[in-house]
């Protein structure tokens, strides 16, 4: 399949007001979409069925789906794609600056006193644009963005997202679950020497434990990471890998249930945090810090791959296979209007003004590609 005529299916659905993904996964130089058929608004509660799923930051809320057997699947493999690189430079240095920092400091004094740790706090900027075409900002995203999921979703009943997420909530291949504790952030500097503090090392640290606390009913055989800086965009963040197995008995919507949110979006003690958000944050996330991704896949692996050992290659193993992303570094996009979602983690030692900068910071991941 060309460039252009994925891009053309792509564009026709759109037109039509049909929902599709379009949506490529880390160092992959495939581009997946599904075009489901018709409008009809799918959701789910038990995460049982197989196809394209996009959560909201609440559970509560309604999970969409874009079923499997109901979409046209196309795929792409390319390395860049041909999209005008002209950015023009939008200002989002004082929107918001006030408010954000009243409830950072809000926050902070909460922490000192009661049972709270960590809670994430968030905001969103909202900036007129001139060329909002998704298809055409999907293409700068997955140009720029080599080791993130970047992705445009659409349903006409829901709306229109956008984002390039560093962060992988969990993938499941057959009973193999692997999650990653991501949090901590500081602007990438080409050359120099990446050096945290405490404050970095805590929060993240407190996304690691939860993580493997919430696993281990559900888990065996969890095996924990070092600590390692990765680099999302102009950013840099703190990352643990932790893999499982999962138990016989529990189920997917089990392990999302324990997992979403997690620290790393949310905060700890989870229901303190998500209740200090819920009441303090003014503003309704919708998919911001939700999750992305497919959901119960059927893939086909070769038991081995040995040449030697021919025989064997004869069994071929079915998998099902989930992986999601934390909605994270993304946008909605409404007539002509940008809406970026940003948020950090706070402790006791966060500094407001330096959690403000942060928030510009993780910003610019989307307003770099905008114009
Ligand atoms: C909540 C966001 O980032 C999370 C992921 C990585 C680092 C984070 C931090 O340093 O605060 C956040 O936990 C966001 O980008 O909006």
Request: contains cysteine; charged residues 25%.
């Amino acid at each position: 399949m060309t460039q252009d005529s994925f891009f053309e299916a792509l564009e026709r659905q759109y037109e039509q007001q049909l929902p599709f993904v379009v949506y490529s996964r880390a160092i992959n130089s495939i581009i997946k979409c599904w075009l489901q058929k018709d409008d009809v608004l799918h959701t789910t509660s038990d995460f049982s069925e197989s196809g394209f799923v996009f959560a909201p930051f609440n559970l509560s809320n309604k999970s969409i789906v874009l079923p499997k057997n109901e979409c046209e699947h196309l795929s792409l493999e390319i390395s860049d794609i041909n999209v005008e690189k002209y950015f023009k430079k939008i200002d989002i240095s004082k929107n918001g600056e006030n408010n954000h920092l009243q409830l950072i400091t809000k926050a902070i004094s909460s922490i000192k006193k009661r049972n709270l740790d960590k809670v994430v706090l968030s905001r969103k900027i909202e900036k007129t644009i001139e060329n909002p075409n998704p298809l055409t900002i999907f293409k700068r995203l997955f140009n720029t963005y080599k080791n993130a999921m970047v992705y445009c979703w659409y349903h006409p009943k829901v709306g229109l997202w956008l984002g390039a997420t560093p962060e992988l909530l969990f993938k499941v291949e057959g009973q193999n679950l692997t999650t990653i504790s991501l949090a901590g952030t500081q602007p990438y500097t080409a050359d120099a020497a990446v050096t945290w503090t405490n404050k970095e090392y805590e929060e993240q640290q407190i996304v690691t434990d939860y993580i493997a606390k919430q696993i281990e009913p559900h888990t065996s055989h969890v095996k924990i990471s070092e600590v390692e800086t990765v680099r999302a965009g102009n950013l840099l963040h703190l990352k643990t890998y932790i893999h499982s197995r999962i138990q016989p008995g529990s189920t997917l919507k089990s392990v999302i249930e324990a997992l979403h949110p997690t620290p790393a979006v949310c905060g700890f003690p989870k229901e303190v945090a998500k209740d200090f958000i819920l009441n303090n944050e003014n503003y309704n996330r919708e998919f911001y810090t939700g999750f992305l991704g497919e959901l119960n896949l059927k893939t086909t692996k070769n038991r081995n791959t040995n040449k030697r050992n021919v025989e064997n290659n004869a069994y071929a193993m079915v998998k099902t296979c989930s992986n999601f992303y934390v909605n994270l570094r993304c946008m909605q996009l409404k007539d002509n209007k940008a809406i970026i979602y940003v948020g950090g983690g706070i402790t006791k030692d966060s500094v407001p003004e330096n959690e403000w900068i942060e928030t510009v910071n993780k910003a610019k991941t989307i307003v770099n590609v905008l114009s």
